[in-house]
Structures are given as structure tokens and as C-alpha cells.
């Protein structure tokens, strides 16, 4: 008789695993990936190359990496702060639209403007604008018990909507020949370029940054701790008086906080003005990325450059492999759901070829 | 001897480095009850789990009814007939009692609710089928689980401590119930600390240590005090004499406290009046299910009343009915919840990140931040003030038995140093040497001056250390009674509403 494998509860946490499940998830969605563009009659080997090797190969091209690393990396560290309490923000993108929508206030109100303190201006209201995009599903949630997810969710498809509104309404540049665009942005909009020659800036220190008060946040704080009692279990963080609503409101807010600042140094880094393609997804991504670094701050540094790899390997890949874009998004996809099976044996483990004949039929 | 249902033979299992069972022998003969003793952590658990399928002996054979079998899950042990009731609850919250039944047990939904109630009626296990279980208290949930076990039929039935959470009355009904199934042709693997139990019903007794087998023995043949001694290789130590001493201000009060439960399943509260003094240990005794879970979570601040109702409950002379927990808590006030898992601990979490819960004020925290050093200074301290069996602060929760796990919560709320400790089943589940090192600091806090109130369903612990009792039936509270005047059968009365309740004479 076939006796199918079997879970079965470890004593304890297994470390080992928690390390390993990340790699076996790679490596796993790299194998099934290879062998799907196999079949689309793709050659794997080139596209092995164009998506993994390629982005390390050229200054050029690790140095946009990096560029891509910075907004996911800063969304990825707010979001996971939430996830370990159990407060599931999956609309960081709406918020990063805010965000951006924010600092693009001063550059589109005040074109004229001069000073260095526009682009740091700039930043701090792009992340009121996107924590105040995630008051509305905290206040939802705490008064009336509304599910976080699918008002973040939907929240996002709003914010959508009102970046396109301002983009063929007021904002848009009366000489951008009816392009849904604003103005390009005056110089001193501009956060500071971080490594000559190159496009990365200054927020990529400012994602590092944030990468280490997460750390010590989640680590070493008190507040980060009761966050952690309340997402594994509510009933002794009730017991304790740790309160619900304040993890409810924390969380969401400073998952808005980081996505509106990632929105704002968007906008005021690579694009140069606000347009309706700021993000490729970084929202969504982040949430991958999250989890691909076991919502653990040094785990997101790693998955979030790992991201960004798949992002200019993807557009590589597109171009010299001829690869459909759907394929970078199934990529991204089947490395989350792997990561998500292998991160259960972390607790399980799988009893495999014990034969149940033993007894007397 | 009759050839044995079941056989074991050097069943010997091991936990990284803690070997749990090692070469247990053990004989089932059919039409007998047969129990298994041991102190916590001698490895009962473990084996019952190995002859129920959950866990894979790393060596040994089992025999049923003379055939070597390989009992790898439990659906092979229930085919073979073998049925458990779990000490922790495997019930899904969410569903109804029908539902969790029908998961199990083949036939309709309608069918099965008769068969629920008819067993339920039988057998003293009264529950309403169509109750959700996270409705239900601890004492219910456990009627379900003897249910739905019943139900399936079983040759051999394994109870996980059956009684700890029924009261007297039911206890009797319960073992006339196992013994109308012995004579029925089922045999009992009872796993109990409570001896006088195991004199009463079993006739044949294991006692473990240790992982290891100390005795085989017909219990009747051997008094209480020869089993301990077998179970814990010692003598127990003397109770404390609970004299009675004149008392302090008031620590709590609750004056016709009146609550009504949004959860139409929930028990509401009438009109309780319950007092406790500094220096005194105040009892409540009752059925569980009767609104125990309800008073301990509207004392303990799980439950908030409005701020104009602040005067319900009063702790150290001010009105906290508005307080949360942790405001209570910042009062002088402590609580050893019901439930271990998941309440009183985190289980995914290190014993030191438990402390942590509630003992941060104890200087665990400095700016905010989390100082490890204390952290780790408090826990050692508390494992080793209360005897917590286990490898050290690291270790998780979760991988602590019951009763060690309740000897570190315990111990940590008396490390508070509190001006107002409240208990509720200070010692469900735990075994007599633990037992009673809990009961005597119990006593000793009230000696100290500190207020001491206690929920429990166990009579037998109100009376050793109660200076005062009052019993919870329905959602009222019984006037104070004296354990050293009133009688067992006093109490047993309001336990069951024969009398007439306090807040309707007044």
C-alpha cells in the first residue's frame, strides 16, 4: 500500500531550517522557472544568465540593483514589523502612491523653488502622506473589526485612482503634450545622487538605516516584543494588557510611514517627476520580500538585494532572452510559495516510509 | 492472568536529549481499569502517545490482543480500537460540538445530536450539541472529548487525567460510567495523580519515574501513602497549617456586581459580592462552566467595564472596573490564568521571553529596551525558586509539560511580590509533589499579607488552604462559608443551586 509522506510537529523550532528554507526556496523556484522556459522553448541557459549572472557582471548594472533595492528594502522593513504582530498591510503600494502624490506637492506647487531643504521636505511628507493613507484601515479595523487586508487592498486600488486623476486633471504639465505627467522636478527636488556616476542616492542610507532601527525595534525594544506576544498569541498579550488597537494603529502606520517615504524617493530619485508608472509593484513585491527574509530585519537586507536582482535580471531576460514579462511575476511568485512550504519545516517534519502495514489487516 | 489486550515491551522513546520512556514494559488485561502514575515528566504522556499512534517508539513492540502491530497514527489505533481523551483539547474552536463530532464519527448531524445527548445523559456528560466549543469552558470541552471517544466504540480506552476538571458529583457518575464499559468488555488506561481516585476505581496500577516502570501493583492492596512513595521516591513533605489569623485591609471588592455576556453562550453574572482581605485566602469552588471564566476575566481586566461603572470592582481601595490589565497590574495585582498555553505563556516563546509578560517591571526594562542580563537573572531565579524541570531560560514553552509550565507561571506572578494574588486552578494537571510546594506558597504569601484568591474545582485543595469558600453556580456567588465549620456536603449543595443563593435571600 503507497502511504503518503506525513507532518509531523518538531519539539522545537528548528534553526537549521529557518536558515536553509529561503535557499531551498531559490534554488527550487530557479529549477521549476529553468525548466518552464525549457518548455515555452526558451533557451534556460540564456536566460539563467540574462536573469541571474548579468546583473552582477557590470558596475552599470549592479549599481541599478542597488537603485531598486532601496524602495523595496524600506517598504519590506515597515511591512514586517506588521506581519510579526499579525497586522496583514498587503496595501503598501497605495501607500507608496500617496507617498509620492505628497512630495510631489512642493515641486508641482512651487516649480520656482530653490534650497536644500526641498528634497528633505519632500521625504517627510511623502511618509505623513502614506501613514495617513493607512489611518483609514486602522481606524476601520480597531473601531469596527474590518479585516486589514482587504482594506489596504482596496485602498490601493483608490490610490491608483487618484494619482491618475491628479495626472490628467490639475497636475498635469500644461507643456507635456498631454501626457498624463507632472512637471519634470527643479534640481534641488532631487535627493542627492550617493555614488558618482551612478543613479543611486541617498535613500538607499536612509533604507539601511531604516533596516537597523527595525532591528533594534524588533530585538531589543520592549514595544517590539509585545508586538511579537500579540501576532503568536493574542489571548496572552490580552492577558498581559499589552493593547490590541495600539499594535493595530503602530503597525499599520509605520507600514505606511515606509512605503509613503519609499513613494516620495521615487519620485524625487530616479523618475524626476510624478507619473502614473512609479511603481513597478514595489508594494506587492515587498511583501514577498518580507517573508523571503523571515520578517526578520538582516533576513529583509538579503532578500530585498535578491529582489531587486530579479527585477534587472527580469528586464535583462525580457530583452536578450526574449522573455515574456508574465515570466519575471510567475518567477517572483513561485519563490514566495516555495519559500512559504519549505518555511514549514521549520516546525514539521516529514515522516516519510513508515510503512502503516504493520498491523493485521 | 487472561492473555492481555495489550502488551508493551521496552517501548523506549527520546526527545534530542531527554529520553522520555526507557524499556517500558506494560500488560493490559482485558475487563480492567488499569492506571498510570507518575509525577510530571515521567514520561505518561509519552507513552500513551506511542500506544495511540501520535508518536513512533525508537524501540520496542506493542502486542494487541497477542499480534505484534505497528501503530502508526491514530486513525490506525482507532481502527484497531483504540480511543483517547486528550489532556489538552483537540476540538476545533470555531465549530459547533455536532461539527468536531461528526469529523470522527460517521452518521448525520441530526443523529448524532441524539447520540450526544443520550451519551450525555447516560454518563453525567451534559453539553449542548449545537454549542460552538469556543464557547464552552474547559470543563465542557473535556465532556466532549469523553463523548466523542465513547462514541467511536472503543476496546480500549486511554483518559488523560479524566477528572481533574469535573466535579464530585460527576466524578462518581464518570466511574460508574467506566466501570458499566469494563463490564462491557472495555479496558481503561487511566492516567491520574489523584490517588484516592485510583484506589476507588482501578485494579491494576503502573507507576512511572523517571521514564522507567517502579511498580506493578493491585492498588487496592496498597495505601495511598506506599503509591507516592513509588511515584516520587520520597516522602511528601507536611502540610502547612492553615491557622487562622486575624486580617488586613481590603484588597478586592466586589460588591453585587452584576454582568451580562454579549456571547449568548457565555455565562452572565449576578449580583456577586466577593471580598478579599490581606492575609486570607478566599476560595471559590463550583462546577466549571458555572461563570468562572467570566469573574476571572472581569477581576483580572480582560474584560473592561465602562468608566462611569469603575466602582464594580475594586483592588487596594480604588475603583479599576475601567483599568486594563496592566493597570491592575501596576496596582500591586497578579493572576495565574486558567489556561497555560497561549494565556499564561507564549508557547513559541523562551521561558525568559515569557517573564518578560508580565514581570518587565520588576527593572526587566531599561529606557524602553529589553535587558537581557535581568532577564535571563529573573528567569534562572524562578526556575530554580520553583523547581521548573527543564534544560534553562532558553527553553521554549511549549516544550514544558503542563505542570512545569505552571510551576513557572505560577512562580513568576509571586516573584511580582503582589499585594493581591489571584489563582484560578492553581495546581489542574499538576502532580502531587508540585502540587503541594504550590499550595504551601499559596500559604506562605498569605502569611506574608498578601491577599490570596483562589478558583478551583478541586474541593479537597479549597478546604487545605482556604480561610474562606464560596461557591459559583449559575453565574451566583454562595455566602462565605467556613471550611473549618461547613462541610464538604454544605458545599456540595450550592455547588449543584440546592440552596437558596445569597443574592436572593438579600
Known amino acids: 500500500m503507497f502511504v503518503l509522506p506525513r507532518l509531523i510537529r518538531r519539539e522545537r523550532a528548528s534553526a537549521r531550517m529557518a536558515v536553509l528554507a529561503p535557499i531551498i526556496a531559490i534554488a527550487a523556484a530557479v529549477t521549476v522557472n529553468l525548466i518552464l522556459y525549457l518548455v515555452m522553448g526558451k533557451n534556460p541557459g540564456a536566460v539563467f544568465h540574462a536573469m541571474l549572472l548579468e546583473p552582477f557582471m557590470s558596475w552599470a548594472s549592479f549599481s541599478e540593483v542597488l537603485l531598486k533595492t532601496g524602495p523595496l528594502l524600506l517598504i519590506a522593513q515597515g511591512l514586517a514589523i506588521g506581519f510579526r504582530a499579525k497586522v496583514f498591510n498587503i496595501g503598501a503600494e497605495g501607500q507608496f502612491i500617496l507617498g509620492a502624490i505628497f512630495a510631489s506637492a512642493i515641486p508641482v506647487w512651487f516649480p520656482q523653488a530653490t534650497g536644500g531643504w526641498i528634497w528633505p521636505a519632500m521625504l517627510i511628507l511623502g511618509a505623513i502622506g502614506g501613514a495617513l493613507w493607512a489611518v483609514i484601515p486602522a481606524f476601520w479595523r480597531v473601531r469596527l473589526n474590518a479585516n486589514e487586508i482587504l482594506v489596504t487592498l482596496m485602498m490601493s486600488l483608490i490610490a491608483a485612482q487618484v494619482l491618475n486623476y491628479l495626472l490628467l486633471g490639475p497636475w498635469k504639465d500644461p507643456k507635456g503634450f498631454n501626457f498624463p505627467q507632472s512637471v519634470m522636478f527643479q534640481y534641488d527636488a532631487m535627493v542627492p545622487i550617493l555614488i558618482p556616476g551612478t543613479r543611486v542616492n541617498v535613500s538607499l542610507l536612509i533604507a539601511l538605516v531604516s533596516a537597523i532601527l527595525a532591528w533594534v525595534f524588533m530585538q531589543k525594544s520592549f514595544r517590539g516584543y509585545q508586538f511579537l506576544v500579540g501576532g503568536l498569541a493574542p489571548r496572552a498579550a490580552a492577558y498581559a494588557g499589552f493593547s490590541e488597537a495600539r499594535a493595530i494603529w503602530l503597525s499599520l502606520l509605520i507600514g505606511g510611514f515606509a512605503a509613503g517615504l519609499a513613494g516620495a524617493a521615487e519620485v524625487a530619485g530616479p523618475i524626476g517627476q510624478l507619473q502614473r508608472s512609479i511603481s513597478t509593484g514595489y508594494g506587492y513585491a515587498a511583501i514577498i520580500v518580507a517573508y523571503l527574509g523571515g520578517l526578520h530585519p538582516i533576513g529583509i537586507v538579503a532578500s530585498s538585494l535578491l529582489m531587486a536582482v530579479l527585477y534587472i535580471g527580469g528586464d535583462n531576460a525580457m530583452v536578450s532572452a526574449d522573455l515574456p514579462v508574465a515570466a519575471v511575476r510567475v518567477f517572483q511568485g513561485s519563490l514566495l510559495v516555495f519559500y512559504l512550504a519549505a518555511t514549514t519545516f521549520v516546525r514539521y517534519r516529514l515522516d516519510i516510509g513508515h510503512d502503516a502495514k504493520g498491523g493485521t489487516p | 492472568m487472561p492473555a492481555p489486550l495489550l502488551s508493551l515491551r521496552g517501548m523506549t522513546k527520546s526527545y534530542g536529549q531527554v529520553r522520555a520512556n526507557r524499556g517500558i514494559d506494560l500488560d493490559v488485561a482485558p475487563n480492567s481499569i488499569h492506571a498510570i502514575l507518575g509525577e510530571n515528566g515521567a514520561g505518561k504522556s509519552t507513552l500513551m502517545k506511542l500506544i495511540y499512534g501520535v508518536e513512533q517508539p525508537d524501540e520496542g513492540q506493542v502486542f494487541w490482543q497477542g499480534q505484534p502491530v505497528r501503530l502508526s497514527s491514530p486513525a490506525e489505533a482507532r481502527r484497531h480500537g483504540i ?143 506506599e503509591l507516592a512513595r513509588m511515584m516520587i521516591g520520597r516522602d511528601m513533605p507536611p502540610p502547612l497549617h492553615a491557622d487562622i489569623r486575624p486580617v488586613g485591609e481590603k484588597r478586592l471588592e466586589l460588591a453585587g456586581l452584576d454582568h451580562v455576556e454579549d456571547d449568548p453562550f457565555a455565562v452572565s453574572l449576578h449580583g456577586v459580592s466577593l471580598t478579599v482581605h490581606a492575609g486570607e485566602i478566599v476560595g471559590i469552588a463550583g462546577i466549571s462552566g458555572n461563570g468562572q471564566a467570566e469573574l476571572a476575566r472581569l477581576i483580572s481586566g480582560e474584560t473592561r467595564l465602562a468608566d462611569g461603572e469603575r466602582d464594580e470592582v475594586r483592588m487596594m481601595d480604588q475603583g479599576v472596573a475601567h483599568l486594563g490589565p496592566a493597570e491592575r497590574r501596576a496596582l500591586g495585582f497578579a493572576f495565574v490564568p486558567e489556561d497555560r498555553l497561549g494565556r499564561g505563556a507564549v508557547p513559541e516563546m523562551s521561558l525568559a521571553d515569557n517573564s518578560l509578560l508580565t514581570a518587565h517591571p520588576l527593572g526587566l526594562l531599561r529606557h524602553g529596551f529589553i535587558d537581557r542580563m535581568k532577564e535571563a537573572e529573573f528567569t534562572a531565579a524562578c526556575i530554580k525558586d520553583f523547581d521548573v524541570r527543564t534544560p534553562g531560560p532558553e527553553a521554549e514553552a511549549g516544550a514544558l509539560s503542563g505542570g512545569n509550565l505552571q510551576k513557572f507561571i505560577v512562580g513568576r506572578e509571586i516573584l511580582l511580590r503582589p499585594k493581591l494574588l489571584f489563582v484560578a486552578q492553581p495546581t489542574w494537571g499538576v502532580d502531587i509533589g508540585a502540587a503541594t510546594a504550590i499550595r504551601q506558597r499559596l500559604i506562605a504569601m498569605r502569611n506574608e499579607g498578601v491577599a490570596v484568591l483562589v478558583i478551583s474545582e478541586e474541593l479537597e485543595e479549597l478546604f487545605e488552604i482556604c480561610d474562606r469558600i464560596q461557591v459559583l453556580h449559575k453565574g451566583r456567588l454562595s455566602p462565605s462559608l467556613d471550611p473549618r465549620t461547613s462541610g464538604p456536603e454544605e458545599i456540595g449543595r450550592y455547588m449543584i443551586g440546592a440552596n437558596v443563593p445569597a443574592s436572593e435571600v438579600a
Open chain 2, 83 to 225: 480511543g483517547m481523551v486528550f489532556q489538552h483539547f483537540s476540538l476545533f474552536e470555531t465549530l459547533t460540538v455536532v461539527e468536531n463530532i461528526s469529523l470522527i464519527v460517521p452518521g448525520t448531524k441530526p443523529e448524532l445530536a441524539r447520540r450526544i445527548r443520550a451519551l450525555g445523559q447516560d454518563f453525567g456528560l451534559e453539553v449542548d450539541p449545537s454549542a460552538h466549543v469556543h464557547s464552552l469552558s474547559v470543563g465542557e470541552r473535556q465532556r466532549v472529548e469523553i463523548i466523542r471517544c465513547l462514541m467511536t466504540e472503543p476496546k480500549l480506552l486511554i483518559l488523560d487525567e479524566p477528572t481533574s476538571v469535573l466535579p464530585p458529583q460527576s466524578v462518581g457518575l464518570l466511574f460508574d460510567t467506566l466501570r458499566r464499559l469494563r463490564d462491557t468488555g472495555v479496558s481503561i488506561l487511566f492516567i491520574s495523580h489523584k490517588l484516592d481516585e485510583i484506589h476507588s476505581i482501578c485494579d491494576r496500577a503502573t507507576v512511572l519515574r523517571a521514564g522507567q516502570v517502579t511498580g506493578n501493583i493491585d492498588p487496592r492492596e496498597h495505601d495511598a501513602h
